[in-house]
C-alpha cells in the first residue's frame, strides 16, 4: 500500500483530505467507513484451514528452516563446551 494520493473522505463531521493507503487501511480494519457497515474478512489461516486457499508458502522457504537448523547445532556446540 504505498499509494499516497490525495482523497476527500466525507464523514461525520464533514469533509476531510486523506491518502489512499490510509483510506484503505480503514476499509480493512474498521467496522464502518463512510456510513456503510463492511462485512468481516476471513483470515487466512481460517481461509487455509476450510481449504479455500493453498498454504502460504515463503519465499525465502528452504533458506530460513536452514539457518534456523545451523542456529540450533552453533547453540549446541556452545553449550556443551560450557559444562
Not at 467496522?31 to 457497515?37: K, L, N, P, S, T
Amino acid at each position: 500500500m504505498g499509494d499516497y494520493r490525495k482523497l476527500k473522505v466525507r464523514g461525520m463531521g464533514g469533509w476531510r483530505m486523506a491518502y489512499v493507503d490510509e483510506f484503505v487501511d480503514e476499509l480493512l480494519t474498521k467496522e464502518r467507513v463512510c456510513d456503510i457497515a463492511l462485512p468481516h474478512i476471513k483470515t487466512r489461516a481460517m481461509l487455509e484451514d476450510a481449504d479455500e486457499l493453498e498454504p502460504r508458502e515463503s519465499l525465502l522457504g528452504s533458506e530460513v528452516e536452514s539457518e534456523g537448523e545451523s542456529d540450533v547445532e552453533e547453540d549446541k556446540g556452545a553449550n556443551s563446551g560450557d559444562e
